[in-house]
């Protein structure tokens, strides 16, 4: 059973940063990619970032491009995604997401509200 839980989320201005973690259980995160999607209220979910399994390849959404970064230390099984520059538009529930044997789970989701 592969469980994702997040955490991190937050309120914070315009122009501030948030770093988000997700934690997996499960003995082989390593094999897996990750992604990060988000809500923003009001909308449908959005593909935000992902990762490859090793960590050499990252991809991401043009609105975030040079503002977030996705990165995972699989000793830990967790992902990351540290958020720069945040902007009132980048308010969502943001939740990770593995598609492991087939099956896709995620998190249950954390709030990043940015006030301008």
């Known amino acids: 059973q592969v469980q994702l839980v997040e955490s991190g989320g937050g309120f914070v201005q315009a122009g501030g940063s948030l770093r988000l973690s997700c934690t997996a259980s499960?003995?082989?995160?390593?094999?897996?990619?990750m992604a990060w999607f988000r809500r923003p209220p009001g909308k449908e979910r959005e593909f935000v970032a992902s990762i490859t399994w090793g960590g050499d390849r990252t991809y991401y959404t043009d609105s975030v491009k040079g503002r977030f970064t996705i990165s995972r230390e699989n000793t830990k099984n967790t992902v990351y995604l540290q958020m720069n520059s945040l902007k009132p538009e980048d308010t969502a529930v943001y939740s990770c997401?593995?598609?492991?044997?087939?099956?896709?789970?995620w998190g249950q989701g954390t709030q990043v509200t940015v006030s301008s």
């Open positions: 499960g003995r082989t995160f390593s094999n897996w990619n």
């Open positions: 997401y593995a598609r492991v044997n087939s099956r896709n789970y």
